[in-house]
């Protein structure tokens, strides 16, 4: 037997190294790719504590991928199964250079224990493969990729488990195995294989060849497996982890600053796929291809051309085709991500609300929006590509500093009636209440204006507005690409503030909420800014309002993209809604918090046509309607209108109040 062994130990030694080799060579590839872009992105490796107990949580926890139950407890199965194989599996190809290794001497203790759970866990991920299948071949969800590259993932899995029971059913066999494998205990599974099969009966010289057949089947599919991994869509398994460890800790509510006076810059945004950042690269390397943005996306789901999934997989595939001028620094001979033939047209780019969905329900932290908000920024500043009814925004913005053109000196007409003070004559104001451009211009903001500028003089809160000396928050301008507008608009608020340093900003527009919030501090303004939602309900927490009336009997909440998802307010405007509506019940949409449906007006949409697929207000509107509501509240002047739109659109009856409305008819 000793020639045949070091006939096996010198195949097995060739078969490793070359697999070893090749495997290093293509994540070489990869890594060198991954730096050789030159778009900056800074990092600062802290808190590594932290980010080691969220790699412990997401990954080993599967925390996110188990937000679906069946398919995140078969995603975790096999996980958790193919682990488990592996120290097995590395032990058989160890022995096969080396024919005396084992890991222990005997098979009793920790080693059986081990054994044994992997045995059953193998098991388990036969089970989860089969339902993985019935996913693809079954049901067949319109979000899952199930291309060849998926099935032969699936198929190499199962051939791994399934050779690593046989090999282990041989090695039960007093001619094949040793004392480690003598008791069939510690491998309940493997010996029910080998007794279906009636492995026993096999003659020495037949078991010892079906065992080598197992065993190299085995060993070489796992080696292939290797190999294929760095080009495939399992390319996850080795960024997933490091691009979770090397995530913002703390979620940015801010999207990317690009430095407008920089001389040296040859490009503003993100024209050519060597323009994006290492971390950009890393995150098209984790995509799992799972789908589950797609299944979030209101562009994906209301027929856009829009799939974050695949925006994600052609942005790589464009990465991998150019890499050779990437990797060369031949920036000429880079072709530009928006180019003819290429999947990622305009209408992909402009199709995205910004709602945030996406990032929201990516199991491996994939930031999707500093790419398509870099690429429309390329696409404003360097090409003057967008779409054309923005002109006309931008133009009114650049005039009137509001994007539907009115009078810039009309800001405070609204409030003429209400005897509301300016700044200017109130300097201080314990509160400034920055109205935004929808409550001082859009008829509907107009009166969720007044609605809270009574409220907040039933409360008694000494505030203020700016009136004419107000400009647009810049959220417009910034989500539309137009970095430079919204930059000079910003700049024009911040040197208000700074003059008047108001104590708190109150907004009751998330959009304006967010910018000012968590954007403003990118250009020297850093305020307590608050929204009325959680405004209100600190007002009637002190017991400053008084309920003057009985509630709505049916009453639904909408939830703003940008004061959920973005900012992770969700129980300030329910709870306020429960506190005045009397009797009447909070009814819950099927889509609500972090799995809110987007009314469609966000990432500039307000100002934008809707001509590709179905309307995404008329899905959220018909969600309202079957819900049975008389009313639904929400918290952003833009959802209002696009909600109260698509419900009218829709021959609906329900009646659409901002929260500040419904307070104001509920108090005195």
Not at 486 to 515: D, G, S, W
Not at 518 to 527: I, L, R, S, T, V
Request: aromatic letters at 8%; a neutral charge; glycine letters at 8%.
């Amino acid at each position: 037997m000793e020639p045949y062994f070091t006939i096996k130990s010198i195949l097995m030694s060739l078969a490793v190294l070359a697999a070893g080799s090749l495997f290093l060579l293509r994540v070489r590839q990869r890594v060198k790719l991954m730096l050789a872009v030159k778009g900056s992105a800074s990092f600062r490796l802290q808190s590594v504590a932290e980010r080691i107990k969220v790699v412990a949580v997401e990954v080993l926890g599967q925390s996110r991928v188990r937000r679906k139950p069946l398919p995140g407890m078969a995603h975790t199965l096999i996980f958790f199964g193919f682990l488990a194989i592996q120290p097995h599996s590395l032990e058989l190809i160890i022995r096969g250079v080396f024919p005396s290794f084992h890991v222990f001497g005997t098979a009793d203790g920790l080693y059986g224990a081990y054994l044994f759970v992997t045995d059953i866990l193998a098991f388990g991920v036969l089970v989860a493969l089969g339902y993985a299948l019935y996913r693809r071949l079954v049901l067949r969800p319109a979000y899952l990729t199930d291309g060849i590259d998926a099935r032969l993932i699936l198929s190499f899995t199962a051939l791994i488990v399934v050779t690593f029971f046989f090999t282990n059913a041989f090695l039960l066999l007093p001619s094949i195995g040793s004392h480690i494998f003598s008791d069939a205990r510690y491998l309940p599974v493997s010996a029910a294989v080998g007794k279906i099969f009636n492995l026993e009966a096999l003659s020495p010289a037949a078991a010892r060849a079906g065992f080598e057949a197992a065993y190299w089947i085995h060993v070489l599919t796992i080696l292939g497996f290797l190999v294929y991994i760095p080009g495939s869509k399992h390319l996850h398994l080795l960024a997933a982890a490091p691009n979770i460890f090397l995530k913002p800790l703390a979620r940015p509510r801010a999207i990317i600053k690009t430095d407008l006076e920089d001389e040296t810059a040859e490009s503003f945004g993100l024209g050519k796929v060597d323009e994006l950042t290492w971390k950009n690269v890393l995150d098209l390397y984790a995509c799992t291809e799972c789908g589950r943005c797609d299944e979030q996306c209101p562009a994906d789901m209301t027929g856009k051309p829009l799939s974050p999934k695949r925006l994600v997989q052609d942005i790589k595939h464009d990465l991998f085709s150019q890499s050779a001028a990437v990797l060369a620094a031949d920036a000429d001979a880079v072709q530009p991500l928006v180019r003819q033939g290429s999947p990622i047209t305009p209408d992909v780019l402009w199709a995205c609300t910004t709602c945030r969905a996406c990032e929201d329900t990516c199991p491996v932290d994939i930031q999707h929006l500093d790419i398509i908000m870099e690429a429309r920024k390329h696409q404003v500043l360097m090409e003057s590509a967008f779409p054309p009814e923005l002109q006309a925004a931008f133009t009114s913005l650049q005039h009137q500093s509001n994007p539907w053109g009115f009078a810039s000196d009309a800001r405070g007409d609204w409030a003429v009636s209400l005897d509301v003070a300016l700044m200017t004559d109130h300097p201080q104001a314990d509160i400034l209440y920055f109205v935004g451009c929808a409550g001082s211009f859009d008829p509907r903001g107009k009166k969720i204006a007044r609605a809270l500028a009574r409220v907040l003089k039933k409360a008694e809160v000494n505030f203020a507005i700016l009136g004419e000396e107000e400009r647009c928050s810049g959220d417009v301008a910034r989500r539309s690409g137009n970095e430079y507008l919204a930059q000079m608009m910003i700049a024009e608020n911040v040197k208000i503030f700074n003059q008047y340093r108001p104590r708190k900003i109150l907004t009751a527009c998330p959009h304006c909420f967010n910018t000012i919030k968590n954007e403003y501090p990118q250009f020297g303004a850093q305020y307590d800014v608050v929204h009325h939602s959680e405004f209100l309900l600190e007002l009637v927490n002190q017991g400053r309002l008084k309920t003057s009336r009985d509630g709505i009997e049916k009453l639904a909440f909408h939830d703003s993209c940008y004061l959920g998802r973005w900012n992770g307010i969700f129980d300030a405007p329910r709870k306020l809604l429960r506190t005045v509506n009397g009797g009447g019940a909070l009814i819950e949409m099927e889509r609500n918090r972090g799995q809110g449906f987007c009314c469609g007006a966000g990432g500039a949409h307000m100002f934008m046509e809707e001509t590709l697929g179905k309307r995404i207000n008329h899905e959220r509107a018909e969600e309202i309607i079957a819900t049975g509501v008389t009313h639904v509240a929400t918290a952003c002047p833009f959802c209002a209108t696009m909600l109260a739109d698509g419900i009218a659109d829709k021959n609906g009856s329900v009646e659409v109040k901002d929260i500040a409305e419904i307070i104001d008819e509920a108090t005195q």
